[in-house]
RNA sequence: CGGGGUAUAGCGCAGUCCGGUUAGCGCACCUGCUUUGGGAGCAGGGGGUCGUAAGUUCGAAUCUUACUACCCCGACCA
């Protein structure tokens, strides 16, 4: 087995990028901070995109597109806003170049200053909330329901190949509605949705809760989030949902009428998820062999590799795997049939290893003889021979059972690296071997903030189902009424 | 922005301390033959302004100075 890459346990940093090359997911761009997407990597995020892209329209929703550039002054308006994101924006302030007085580069043109500068979107709030301010007048206009793809730049001093680059990609929601439990019913089928998808789709499990005020949404009321737990027991914020309240209605002047003749502002969510959802997808599963994904979002769900010396064999083979592939491509399954000459069996294998195709077939000459095909799954990295009879049943059957298991894993590992903790050194102890950490908070940013400082774990959620208990909070002794999930994150 | 490091072929590196033929190795690439059930072997071949600029010198990848870019550790990270 090729392992000439750095393994999980050694290094798991390096472990991440070196795969995330070797898969051919993406890479470091010439551009400071920005990242490449590949194919392959492209082709993950579109299944991920077509998924959830269904969800929302199943909820009511609809897509639009707002500008890449917002007005500084738009940003002013929400003061909460703008503090949060000022030290991470690109701005624009020009609009023309000219050649230099030698003539030998280009300069900016300082002829061609804007005005006012523009901002690059660090996400659309803004700009949406501008705008919803003409759209909606009674409420009629109610709920306004709609979903924008699109990128967005933070200017991250530090950044990591899918889990926070300078530019991103990902799904911002923004709703309008007439009424505050209206608002909150659709922040929370969001975050249900966010879920859901995690679960069933990535095979990641979640915890759902509530952000702590230090961090919460800049703007928000209430900031719901889904909470991952990654291989080297380090959490990631796979998803959030935030309840807006009233005030980006207020910031922008968002006013309806209602039935009963009222002028009210409306009230507000806004929601996310990105392409980071593919560094938990790649950091959640994979192993020192290279990718595995859950079948549900593999671009390439079964790959077939013929075995053969001669061009003659090549085509009794492809004669035999045609009708298998036609067969599972009829159950819905993605199926690639690699015959390229140009590679020997053993580099193919190494390949989709590293590419995590769940299920990959190999036929030959010994498997022409006696009516069998090799299966061999992803996850577990066992191997089968199996006649071929209804093959293309087994498949979806192994498929499902993939799907299944990876989740349960997941879920497995996660069990094993919840811990409830009571005294201090304990917690400091725990934090500094991973995973997470539930105790309890006294409910103050103070404490949270010390928290921080001393252990580098922050809240990561308070728990929306969790178990009301009397206890003291882990650093100050004062009551606390419920265990909160602390962790070092991403 | 602080502290450390690196820059030599598409990628990964050696050579730099102590200047001296035509700058070398692995992977990748091209050609040919043999191979093909876990990253094939052999033979031949192509590819370099040694980050940029200036300086020292008979001679610079190597020494000096400045600059630039990138990486790691912090700070930052809704």
Not at 178 to 184: G, K, Q
Not at 203 to 218: D, M, Q, Y
Not at 231 to 239: I, R
């Amino acid at each position: 087995m090729a392992k000439d890459f750095t393994s999980r346990k050694e290094n798991y940093s390096q472990w991440y990028n070196e795969l995330v090359i070797r898969a051919d997911l993406a890479e470091n761009s010439a551009v400071r901070g920005c990242m490449v997407i590949k194919p392959y990597g492209y082709a993950i995020w579109e299944k991920m995109q077509a998924n959830l892209d269904k969800m929302f329209k199943d909820t009511g929703h609809q897509n639009a597109y707002f500008p890449l550039f917002i007005p500084k002054s738009f940003f002013n308006r929400e003061a909460a806003h703008v503090e949060g994101f000022a030290k991470e924006c690109a701005v624009v302030t020009h609009y023309r170049l000219k050649n230099s007085e030698d003539g030998k580069d280009i300069v900016v043109d300082e002829d061609a200053k804007l005005e006012e500068e523009l901002i690059v979107r660090p996400t659309s709030e803004t700009i949406i909330w501008d705008t919803y301010k003409d759209w909606i007048q009674s409420y009629r206009d109610l709920p306004l329901l709609i979903n924008q793809w699109a990128n967005v730049v933070r200017w991250e001093m530090r950044t990591r190949l899918f889990l926070r680059t300078a530019e991103f990609l990902w799904q911002e929601g923004h709703t309008a509605h007439a009424t505050r439990e209206e608002a909150i019913e659709e922040t929370e089928k969001i975050l249900n949705i966010y879920a859901d998808f995690a679960e069933k789709w990535m095979a990641i499990p979640v915890l759902r809760g509530l952000k702590s005020p230090n961090e919460r949404f800049a703007g928000a009321v209430e900031t719901y989030c889904i909470e991952a737990l990654m291989q080297d027991g380090k959490a990631l914020q796979a998803g959030t949902s935030h309840f807006l309240g009233q005030n980006f209605a207020k910031a922008f002047d968002v006013k309806f009428l209602s039935k009963e003749n009222k002028l009210e502002y409306v009230w507000a969510t806004s929601w996310g998820v990105s392409t980071r959802l593919i560094g938990a997808l790649i950091m959640a599963h994979s192993d020192d062999n290279g990718l595995v994904l859950p079948p549900k979002l593999a671009p390439i769900q079964v790959v077939i590799v013929p075995i053969y010396r001669k061009t003659e064999q090549l085509e009794e083979i492809t004669k035999k795997v045609l009708p298998v592939k036609e067969a599972l491509e009829k159950r819905g399954i993605s199926v690639k049939y690699d015959d390229r000459d140009t590679h020997k069996p053993g580099w193919k294998f190494s390949e989709y290893e590293f590419k995590g195709v769940p299920v990959r077939l190999a036929i030959g000459p010994r498997d022409l003889e006696n009516g069998t095909i090799e299966v061999a799954r992803r996850d577990t990295l066992e191997k089968e021979i199996l006649n071929m009879t209804d093959i293309d049943l087994k498949v979806a059957n192994l498929l499902d059972s993939i799907q299944a298991k990876l989740y349960q894993k997941a879920l497995a590992f996660r069990d094993e690296k919840t811990f409830k903790v009571d005294h201090w050194e304990d917690f400091k102890k725990q934090l500094e071997e991973g995973g997470f950490v539930l105790a309890h908070w006294d409910g103050t940013e103070d404490t949270e903030q010390k928290i921080k400082e001393e252990t580098k774990a922050t809240i990561r959620t308070i728990p929306i189902d969790g178990k009301q208990e009397d206890g003291k909070c882990v650093y100050s002794g004062k009551p606390s009424k419920q265990r909160v999930v602390f962790a070092r994150a991403y």
